[in-house]
């Protein structure tokens, strides 16, 4: 890795992050990467080897995201992501154990959303070309209010998924899910809506 000749603060790293940014391998924004990765290494490092009181998880995930969650959050460790800072929870979410989130790019999760157990969110593809595979490209995920995600589905890069909609168990969604929608499989296809 080369020495980082400027120091990315994280609104910028959010801001370029937001225009979806192409990160070449070596670069300034390529060395916040790791960076970031470090520190949340050290947070969740601390987070899921020893026990923390639903209080203590709030305050380690805030300083995780280097945001304050709201006194309604819920997460059930262990949790894990290579970055923390792009990560923007709404007020009563919960994130069941053994979740893995990818936030370089951007994960926002809506009021009321249920996440649950070894969910994948990814927000980073690698280049296509083979010479130039360790650059990335960053694409956010997007999940709306009251969204319920089932145990064991993978969120790839760019998705957005609307208020209400289910994403049932193992699935892996590639494409939006509109509002209300229940989606199932790989890859992921509604399969009916829910009735309000």
């Known amino acids: 890795m080369q020495a980082t000749e400027k120091e990315i603060t994280t609104d910028e790293f959010r801001s370029l992050m937001a225009q979806g940014t192409y990160v070449e391998a070596g670069s300034d924004l390529f060395s916040a990467f790791h960076k970031f990765s470090q520190e949340a290494l050290k947070i969740t490092n601390e987070l899921n080897y020893k026990y923390h009181s639903p209080d203590e998880i709030r305050k380690l995930f805030s300083k995780l995201i280097q945001n304050e969650v709201s006194d309604d959050f819920g997460l059930f460790p262990p949790f894990y992501t290579d970055c923390g800072v792009n990560i923007k929870i709404g007020r009563n979410v919960f994130i069941n154990a053994c979740c893995r989130f990818q936030d370089q790019g951007g994960i926002e999760i809506g009021d009321g ?84």
Do not use: C, M
Request: net charge positive; glycine share 8%; proline share 7%.
């Open 113 to 196: 959303a249920l996440i649950g157990h070894n969910v994948t969110i990814a927000t980073l593809n690698h280049d296509f070309n083979p010479k130039t595979r360790q650059n990335l490209t960053p694409k956010s995920v997007k999940i709306g209010k009251n969204v319920w995600i089932g145990s064991d589905s993978t969120i790839l890069p760019g998705v957005v998924i609307e208020d209400g909609a289910i994403v049932a168990a193992g699935s892996v969604v590639t494409k939006p899910v509109p509002k209300n929608a229940i989606v199932a499989g790989n890859p992921a296809k509604i399969i009916k809506y829910v009735e309000e």
